[in-house]
């Protein structure tokens, strides 16, 4: 019968924002993917998010931006949890970082935060892995 949970294999990727130097090596993330469940986890919190901001609001388009600010920085912090398996990235007193903790999410340069969070994106994207499979090689 056919599998259908997710593979907990990882894959590793090397950052371009960090990269090798003449003392340090390059910097690198090793990556899972969300299974279907911590998926719904992570959009029903954002939904729930959205829902008490509707409520505080009234509805009105004055906190529009800040809730998707609130939303899009929870869902950040989840996929940085859940998503990084290893990785070798430091602060500045060359400490690990802990992507369970958000202040070591939020401490990252924006640069490397965004790379990580795209790398995220593409790895749980399964909308766009899937049209990618379906595409033939002339196109269609």
Do not use: W
């Not at 993917?33 to 959009?43: A, H, I, N, V």
């Not at 899009?72 to 970082?97: G, S, W, Y």
């Not at 401490?107 to 033939?136: C, H, T, W, Y």
Request: aromatic share 4%; charged share 35%.
């Amino acid at each position: 019968m056919p599998r259908a949970i997710v593979s907990k294999t990882t894959e590793t990727f090397e950052l371009t924002t960090v990269p090798k130097s003449d003392e340090d090596e390059a910097g690198f993330v090793e990556l899972r993917r969300l299974s279907y469940g911590e998926k719904l986890r992570k959009d029903a919190e954002a939904m729930k998010m959205k829902f008490a901001m509707d409520s505080a609001t009234g509805g009105a388009s004055k906190g529009a931006e800040a809730e998707v600010s609130l939303i899009n920085e929870q869902v950040t912090l989840v996929e940085f949890a859940k998503c990084i398996m290893a990785h070798n990235l430091t602060d500045e007193n060359d400490r690990p970082l802990n992507f369970q903790k958000p202040d070591d999410v939020r401490k990252l340069d924006p640069r490397v935060g965004d790379e990580i969070s795209s790398l995220i994106g593409d790895m749980n994207d399964f909308e766009k892995q899937a049209k990618a499979q379906s595409v033939d090689g002339s196109g269609k």
